[in-house]
């Protein structure tokens, strides 16, 4: 079983939509959640972190933890053409959100007009 | 935001030929940086962790003396492929954490695909 399981979609909304990606995990030793969006053969770009459960909104973007359930989840609301991208989520055991991270298989995300 | 540079790409190779692969974080100093590859359509697996000054620390199952890392400087990190085989095209990427600033993360290079012929 892996640390970190992650649907790997694709999947495909219409502009506009409200997107949900999740991810959940097996080890509680996991502290610091990350998303990162990974453009076609480009290197990943940080979009949120969080370190504890609840809720975290940074522009559109929505990221939720439920360390209870071992379950995060990142939301898009008001979706682009432009988020069409894979969506890493990644997770931490150190006590920093930098230590050695554990990613999901990634989701892909196409967002149609 | 902190800025992370790879160099080559992309680049095309001979079976049995090495290939080095550059790192460098641009705006900042890392005493670490880590590696990371990334076969299509599968997410990033974790190679080994740079450590500036000392031995590299290689993830289980990596040979470390078929993906050679040398952390030269506090701003330069390279990993080399040696002996390269079909088996190891993939993507590589390198990632380098930063402190201060909005938050501590890692930010991660734009990656270099190897193609071994």
């Known amino acids: 079983q892996k640390e970190v399981e992650q649907d790997p979609g694709p999947l495909s909304v219409p502009e506009g939509a409200i997107v949900s990606l999740n991810c959940t995990y097996s080890n509680s030793a996991f502290q610091y959640f990350m998303w990162y969006r990974q453009y076609s053969r480009k290197g990943p770009e940080l979009l949120m972190y969080t370190y504890s459960s609840g809720n975290k909104e940074d522009g559109r973007f929505t990221a939720q933890v439920d360390k209870s359930s071992k379950y995060i989840s990142l939301f898009i609301r008001d979706s682009q053409p432009s988020d069409s991208a894979t969506y890493l989520c990644?997770?931490?055991?150190?006590?920093?959100?930098?230590?050695?991270?554990?990613f999901g298989q990634g989701t892909i995300l196409t967002v149609h007009p | 935001g902190a800025v992370v540079s790879q160099h080559p790409s992309w680049v095309i190779c001979k079976s049995g030929t090495s290939v080095k692969i550059e790192c460098r974080s641009l705006d900042f100093q890392a005493t670490t940086m880590f590696w990371y590859r990334q076969f299509p359509k599968q997410s990033l697996m974790l190679m080994a962790t740079s450590n500036e000054g000392s031995k590299a620390t290689y993830e289980q199952g990596v040979e470390k003396d078929k993906f050679l890392i040398n952390h030269a400087s506090l701003t330069l990190s390279t990993l080399t492929v040696t002996s390269a085989h079909p088996e190891d095209s993939s993507f590589y990427i390198c990632?380098?954490?930063?402190?201060?600033?909005?938050?501590?993360?890692?930010?991660f290079g734009p990656g270099t695909r190897l193609t071994v012929l």
């Open positions: 990632s380098a954490p930063s402190s201060g600033g909005r938050t501590d993360t890692q930010y």
């Open positions: 990644a997770m931490s055991r150190s006590g920093t959100s930098y230590g050695k991270l554990t």
